[in-house]
């Protein structure tokens, strides 16, 4: 969906609080920058995005999210280069994923150039809170959910999108130890596991909490059949090396199709990393663990890009992985990073200068 937009209206700060943040201990998500980004649906068409100091926002309690929870969200991040320019990496890839998230939750779909340039123009407006340790990044968390007011079960009929940014530190730190989840399931066939629905994580929480009560961190999660085939880490696609092959399970109604998955995807290719798109049984994992072909397993996602994985356990038993010199995480992950923060060439077209 394209849209011609007239220009953005922009109200800035009467004194940023820059100045009051330690940039030097950034907890994932917690600080937020001076503006943001609102744009509102009504009478059936998105009026023009506004720009405006970071707020709160008052609903009615009859606002449908709080009722039937229509609630969608991607996450990207902005960079900064030693030259002070600041990069984006494949927006257009989180505008197309939005709205076949909106599409699934019956929210109107955003046009590219409200997201795309009400995007710029925040983080333009915003760019010094862009901070550059390593490993820092400025994340931006675009959302919509229903404003529109009703106790009656169905779409509402007016939705806010908005776009807030968060100057953030490593989401994670060092490796994670993971629990094979048998029980409960984060999607079903036909569900809305495909789409970053709030709803979707919100379920997450409890089953994390049961793993983290046995001493782990994360889930993984496993399909809601028979609990037979590997399917995401806790809220990341997940990756598995079998001695020298890379595999990842197919994405379906079940499971994200996730931009850094397809990124470490395509970057294994030009590498010469073999690679498999295939569903992975537990037992196959299993099994290669005991064997030691099982080199890797590691997340993937926005916030940590990778996420190695030093333990799993399954059915009261932890498996270790062996520590790497030369992994295929660390590899990807530095040629993910080189790319977003335009070290290295982008001979894929997926950094974006603002």
């Known amino acids: 969906m394209s849209t011609t937009m007239q220009k953005i209206s922009i109200e800035k700060v009467a004194k940023s609080k820059i100045d009051q943040i330690d940039f030097d201990n950034l907890a994932f998500g917690s600080v937020f920058t001076d503006h943001m980004l609102v744009c509102d649906y009504k009478n059936g068409a998105w009026e023009a995005p506004k720009v405006m100091p970071y707020q709160a926002i008052s609903l009615e309690p009859s606002a449908k999210i709080f009722h039937y929870g229509q609630s969608i969200f991607e996450g990207m991040k902005a960079y900064k280069d030693t030259d002070d320019k600041v990069w984006l990496f ?32 925040l983080v333009n407006l915003d760019k010094d809170w862009i901070p550059q340790k390593d490993g820092s990044s400025l994340y931006i968390r675009p959302f919509i959910f229903a404003s529109g007011k009703g106790f009656h079960a169905s779409p509402a009929n007016e939705y806010k999108f908005i776009i807030c940014l968060a100057p953030s ?7 994670v130890k993971v629990l094979i989840e048998e029980t409960y399931s984060r999607s079903a066939n036909g569900g809305v596991g495909y789409a970053k629905a709030g709803g979707n994580y919100a379920g997450q929480f409890y089953p994390t909490q049961l ?48 931009i850094t998955r397809k990124s470490i995807l395509q970057i294994a290719e030009d590498e010469g990393i073999a690679t498999e798109v295939r569903k992975i049984t537990v037992s196959e994992v299993v099994e290669a663990a005991k ?53 290295a060439e982008d001979p894929f077209g997926w950094r974006m200068g603002i």
């Open 291 to 343: 064997n030691g072909s099982l080199k890797e397993m590691f997340g993937a996602g926005t916030a940590a890009v990778i996420s190695p994985i030093s333990t799993f356990g399954f059915r009261d038993v932890d498996y270790d992985l062996p520590e790497l010199t030369e992994s295929f995480a660390t590899r990807l992950k530095k040629r993910i990073t080189d790319i977003q923060f335009n070290r």
């Open 90 to 121: 494949r927006p257009l890839d989180n505008h197309k994923r939005l709205n076949i998230s909106a599409k699934r939750m019956a929210i109107p779909e955003v046009p590219e150039a409200y997201f795309m340039e009400g995007l710029k123009a």
């Open 169 to 175: 530190g490593s989401y994670f730190s060092g490796k």
């Open 211 to 258: 793993a983290a009560e046995k001493g782990y961190s994360q889930v993984i999660w496993t399909d809601d059949n028979n609990h037979e085939f590997i399917e995401e880490a806790g809220a990341m696609n997940i990756f598995v090396r079998i001695n020298d092959t890379l595999i990842t399970g197919p994405t379906s109604d079940r499971i994200l199709d996730g």
